[in-house]
């Protein structure tokens, strides 16, 4: 005789990349992204890697962009302070 469960609900996977991040985690992320040229070699490993946990690839995207635009607004400034500086020598 077949006894049919239906109560039976498959149990999600554990998923490490949903994983809230611990203290000591976002200290060692930190420390890593302070130093020159290994936090492009960490965010590149990191953003490439289909196990990096969501919240460290959306610090590091989030970082990336707040790079973009301080760079942009860096060449806007030096742009105008150039062109200011020229037009006061002529």
Same mark, same amino acid.
């Given at each position: 005789?077949?006894?049919?469960?239906?109560?039976?609900?498959?149990?999600?996977?554990?998923?490490?990349?949903?994983a809230v991040m611990s %203290?000591?985690?976002?200290?060692?992320?930190?420390?890593?992204?302070?130093?020159? %040229?290994?936090n492009i070699i960490c965010w590149i490993?990191?953003?490439?890697?289909?196990?990096?946990?969501?919240?460290?690839?959306?610090?590091? @995207?989030?970082? @990336?962009?707040?790079? @973009?635009?301080?760079?942009?607004?860096? %060449?806007?400034?030096?742009? %105008?302070?150039?062109?200011?500086?020229?037009?006061?020598?002529?």
């Open positions: 005789m077949e006894e049919n469960n239906y109560n039976y609900q498959p149990q999600p996977q554990y998923d490490e990349t949903n %203290v000591g985690q976002y200290i060692v992320m930190f420390i890593l992204c302070a130093i020159p %040229v290994v490993v990191w953003l490439c890697s289909s196990k990096t946990n969501k919240n460290k690839k959306n610090y590091i @995207i989030a970082n @990336i962009v707040l790079w @973009i635009i301080a760079i942009i607004i860096s %060449v806007i400034f030096y742009s %105008v302070a150039g062109t200011a500086f020229l037009s006061m020598l002529q």
